[in-house]
Nanobody, 118 residues
Framework: QVQLVESGGGLVQAGGSLRLSCAASGMIASISVRDMGWYRQAPGKQRELVAAITKRGTPNLADSVKGRFTISRDNGKNTVYLQMNSLKPEDTAVYYC??????????WGQGTQVTVSS
């Protein structure tokens, strides 16, 4: 069973920064963790992709966060990070981590709340 544990959410003022972390654990080998990513869902809205990163480290960021957010990963720790700078009130949402596990499918974290006050 694979588990994704997120941390780093919280309340921050507009213009501030937060760093989210997500560690995958369970009966998995590092080699089996493929793409990892972050999604977010604001109240009344659909879940949307924020950023994703391949196993080799190629990032893909949503246009709305380019230049402000950075995604990175540590394959040895099966961990993905999301550095969020210049946060805006519209970034307020529950942020979910995802991981594609070889031959096993996509797993999701429980979500972490990010609130940006104006």
């Amino acid at each position: 069973q694979v588990q994704l544990v997120e941390s780093g959410g919280g309340l921050v003022q507009a213009g501030g920064s937060l760093r989210l972390s997500c560690a995958a654990s369970g009966m998995i080998a590092s080699i089996s963790v493929r793409d990892m990513g972050w999604y977010r869902q604001a109240p009344g809205k659909q879940r949307e992709l924020v950023a994703a990163i391949t196993k080799r480290g190629t990032p893909n960021l949503a246009d709305s966060v380019k230049g402000r957010f950075t995604i990175s990963r540590d394959n040895g720790k099966n961990t993905v990070y999301l550095q969020m700078n210049s946060l805006k009130p519209e970034d307020t949402a529950v942020y979910y981590c995802s991981a594609d596990i070889m031959y096993d499918g996509t797993y999701w974290g429980q979500g972490t709340q990010v609130t940006v006050s104006s």
